[in-house]
Every structure is written in structure tokens, then in C-alpha cells.
């Protein structure tokens, strides 16, 4: 399931890397002397970097929660990125 989400998540930045160089390079060929910066390009770039940033700690979170209920790893990693995770998204909001 972490995989997954991960997985989905690089997706989505990839999708945001390729959108964002093939934004660039019609605005470059176009306005060759202007700088522009739309809207929609941004809304696209911000909303993508989010899904990638909720992703990887969702995923994260999963991993830790698993981690935290066997007894395969020490119970503190888990806890450890329980709470790295939530300093994280506590800066993210």
C-alpha cells in the first residue's frame, strides 16, 4: 500500500517536471524578450507539488504505523517517523 502511494506520488512529480519544462518552452520561444508567469502553470506546478509532499508522508506514515505494530523493527523507528512525519506536515501547512 506505501508503495503505491509512493509510486503515485512520483507520478505526479514527474507529471509536474514535465509540465513545467514544456510551459517553458513555449513561453521561451514565444516571448523570447518578456518574462511571463501564468496562472494556470502555477496552480498546476502547486497543486502537483502537493500531491507529491501528502504522498510521500502518507506513505511514510503507513510504513512507520507498520513498523510500530511488528516486531520485526525496534518500535522507536516507527515512532521516529510518526513523528518526523508530523513535523513535516506541520510546516507543509
Known sequence: MAFIIITLGLIAGMFDAAINELAN???INEFKSKTIETNVKQMIKTNMDYIFIGSTILAI???????IQTIVFPKRIGYYGITLNSIVFSQVL
Open 25 to 27: 518552452t513555449f513561453f
Open 61 to 67: 506514515i503507513i510504513l512507520s504505523i507498520l513498523m
